[in-house]
């Protein structure tokens, strides 16, 4: 079956300093991945998605993502934070078009000024 | 594109009493998703419809909960009778599975505030 950890249920960076989000997953074949951002009192928004075009994966605000096969790794990475950047943030996988996604258990970021 | 809507935005009940949520997808997709978000328990799949036929509602908590998806931009979240554990967050999200789209990447809506108390 598939699953989606996420290292830390919360991190703490200050504003400016570098972003790490950590997601590993388990499947059998290469999946589609995905990072969601949620900000406070919204729904779910794509930040980015991997569909094995290309193993670096370039988002919205800043944001990009890794693919990497050999760690089952897709870690979320954004190189100076921002103070809109505090939300919770969701990676998630799908192993083929037809199967439903996996959300892991999210990560709350805070940005101190 | 509106995005995927849903209402009403808040609900508080009292427990025993029926509750629907609503929610009207983008138009063109043909996947129909409803999750609920707890602290507790996360973000939790409880149905998903695909071209209005539900495919999966192994996530569905019990019988009290029930969904329908009666035409292709409209779909329904019902739970007879209420309790106060159910209160939550409940989302909707929508998606196109087209072999010319890669991704599949899901839109949600803003999310339906429920509190029984």
């Known amino acids: 079956a598939q699953s989606v950890t996420q290292l830390g249920s919360h991190v703490s960076v200050s504003e400016g300093a570098l972003v790490l989000l950590r997601c590993n997953y388990s499947s059998s074949v290469p999946p589609y991945l995905f990072w969601y951002v949620q900000y406070p009192n919204q729904g779910l928004q794509l930040l980015l998605k991997?569909?094995?075009?290309?193993?670096l994966v370039k988002g919205i605000n800043g944001f990009e993502a890794e693919f990497k096969k050999s760690e089952t790794s897709f870690h979320l990475t954004k190189p100076s934070a921002h103070m809109s950047d505090a939300a919770e943030y969701f990676c998630a996988v799908k192993k083929t078009s037809y199967d439903k996604v996996i959300f892991g258990p999210g990560t709350s970021l805070s940005v101190i000024p | 594109d509106a995005g995927v809507i849903q209402s009403p935005r808040h609900e508080v009940t009292e427990m025993g009493q029926e509750v629907t949520l609503r929610c009207k997808p983008i138009?063109?997709?043909?996947?129909l998703f409803w999750y609920r978000q707890t602290m507790m328990r996360g973000l939790e799949l409880l149905i998903y419809f695909n071209n209005n036929v539900p495919i999966d509602d192994s996530g569905m908590p019990e019988d009290r909960f029930s969904a329908k998806m009666p035409n292709a931009s409209f779909s329904t979240l019902k739970i007879q009778p209420s309790e106060p554990r159910d209160s939550a967050v409940y989302f909707c999200?929508?998606?196109?599975?087209?072999?010319?789209?890669?991704?599949?990447?899901?839109?949600f809506g803003p999310g339906t505030r429920l509190t029984v108390t």
């Open positions: 999200a929508s998606s196109l599975n087209s072999a010319r789209i890669t991704g599949h990447e899901q839109y």
């Open positions: 991997y569909t094995s075009a290309a193993t």
């Open positions: 138009s063109g997709h043909d996947y």
